[in-house]
């Protein structure tokens, strides 16, 4: 009899997970992922002439807490400008990749360490630790692929919530992209998400035109890192601003030279 009984309440208990398990994530259909995929790639392409704004960034894991604002540009392709401010004004860390080096400065240390785009040699050189390629983060934070991706594998999905969603196959950056859109009638995009070996990412849109980024979370192993957009829009200046020019007296310490 006590065995019935425990076998009661398992069951009681499988179907009660199940009723609160996320309706949002039951697929109940397969439906054409064309009108996503282009909603997906007029997206990017209107990104790629560069996206700014400033944002509010917090890092958190056992030993560690950041929080600053910072002001950044940022480019689909990997090219990013990152100015981290200081509690009390000024500037804590420039940070820059122009798709040949990336450069970290630190104006009130008076100094500066450079490292290739596709290293993580100057993850300890950050206040917040970093486990992916630098070179990579503005995809991560806009919820865009790659350059370097092409779309495989697309299938879309209707949701038992009435919304969409859809998903790709890993690219050849190993980011796997979910796309999930409004249950309006219009193919409106609300959330990214991405996955990849070392990270996991979740990018909100807003309701605004779908350059609107509201905030980003990035897993990481050792911690997590978010991300809340006070201002984005496309960005008016050209590539040429990204530039960091040193004053001739900063020594730079080369992260990937031979010891």
Excluded at 184 to 205: C, F, G, M, Q, Y
Aim: proline share 8%; aromatic share 8%; charged share 25%.
């Amino acid at each position: 009899m006590r065995g019935y009984r425990w076998g009661t309440v398992i069951i009681l208990l499988m179907a009660w997970c199940a009723a609160c398990a996320p309706r949002q994530i039951r697929p109940v259909a397969e439906i054409d992922p064309g009108p996503f995929l282009e909603t997906v790639q007029a997206r990017r392409t209107a990104l790629e002439q560069g996206l700014s704004g400033s944002l509010d960034l917090a890092f958190k894991n056992q030993k560690h807490r950041f929080n600053s604002k910072a002001y950044v540009v940022v480019y689909p392709d990997g090219r990013f400008r990152m100015e981290v401010a200081a509690p009390l004004g000024g500037t804590v860390l420039v940070l820059t990749n122009d798709n040949s080096e990336i450069l970290a400065y630190y104006p009130d240390d008076n100094r500066a360490f450079r490292s290739d785009v596709d290293g993580r040699s100057l993850s300890p050189h950050l206040p917040f630790p970093l486990a992916v390629e630098p070179a990579t983060l503005p995809a991560l934070i806009m919820g865009v692929p790659p350059e370097s991706d092409r779309v495989s594998g697309a299938r879309a999905y209707l949701l038992d919530s009435g919304e969409r969603v859809l998903r790709t196959d890993p690219g050849n950056s190993g980011l796997q992209f979910t796309y999930l859109f409004d249950k309006a009638s219009d193919v409106r995009l609300r959330k990214v998400e991405i996955r990849s070996p070392d990270a996991e990412v979740t990018v909100n849109i807003g309701t605004e035109p779908d350059h609107r980024l509201r905030d980003f979370r990035l897993q990481l192993p050792d911690g997590i890192l978010k991300g809340e957009w006070d201002t984005a829009a496309l960005f008016n200046g050209v590539a040429a601003d990204l530039g960091l020019r040193l004053p001739p007296s900063v020594p730079i310490t080369d992260l990937e030279a031979s010891p």
